[in-house]
Antibody, heavy 122, light 111 residues
């Protein structure tokens, strides 16, 4: 059974770079769309971006600050968000596109990590 | 402010039905039949419940149903049960540039 696990610092200073890794266990990272989604405490969900075999796509509101990369050899993908402020404080989830036995749909997310809280504070 | 508009809260008694609305625009909900709904319990990751407007994910009871009219999608939960109490988020594909947008979430209280 495929599982996702986020990891990284829980505290980042303002203006620095937030870096998180999502480790995929029990399956391949190839041929899927892998996403980062965040949720400020007590608030709604925000899609950050995805990486796939064909490239990356980012939320236009974050595009200038975000980068997602993938390491297929080590079964993980990563998020970097630079120049962070308190507004970037959130639970960060990694998620995979939804797949059935016959097809996948990149705009649905049916496999999620447990999430990791990242606070931006000095 | 979220791109899709949902009521902040709804409530119903066990056995009753509730409907949660999700209003977007002709650039997202109104243009594409790629609307989904997620259920989230406190301190848990969201769970995909409905996709393609009205299809249930595997294992989701048929008490959950989705629909869409124009720029507004809806999630209806019939025969309310205590463990339906959660926050529900709608989501819509919005084209290759924006990709997906979420609603702000609706807290369902089972009285």
């Amino acid at each position: 059974q495929v599982q996702l696990q986020e990891s990284g610092p829980g505290l980042v200073k303002p203006s620095e770079t937030l870096s998180l890794t999502c480790t995929v266990s029990g399956g391949s990272v190839k041929n899927y769309y892998w996403n980062w989604i965040r949720q400020p405490p007590g608030k709604g969900l925000e899609w950050i971006g995805y990486i796939s075999d064909t490239g990356t796509n980012y939320n236009p509101s974050l595009k200038s600050r975000v980068s997602i990369s993938i390491d297929t050899s080590n079964h993980h993908f990563s998020l970097r968000l630079n120049s962070v402020t308190a507004a970037d404080t959130a639970i960060y989830y990694c998620a995979r596109e939804s797949c059935s036995s016959s097809s996948c749909s990149p705009w649905y997310f049916d496999l999620w990590g447990r999430g990791t809280l990242v606070s931006v504070s000095s | 402010q979220s791109a899709l508009t949902q009521p902040r809260s709804v409530s119903g008694s066990p056995g009753q039905s509730v409907t949660i609305s999700c209003t977007g625009t002709n650039s997202d909900v109104g243009r594409y039949n790629f609307v989904s709904w997620y259920q989230q319990y406190p301190n848990k990751a969201p769970k995909l419940m409905i996709y393609d407007v009205n299809k249930r994910s595997s294992g989701v009871p048929d008490r959950f149903s989705g629909s869409k009219s124009g720029d507004t999608a809806s999630l209806t939960i019939s025969g309310l049960q205590a463990d339906d109490e959660a926050v529900y988020y709608c989501c819509s594909y919005a084209g290759s540039f924006t990709f997906v947008v979420f609603g702000g979430g609706t807290r369902l209280t089972v009285l």
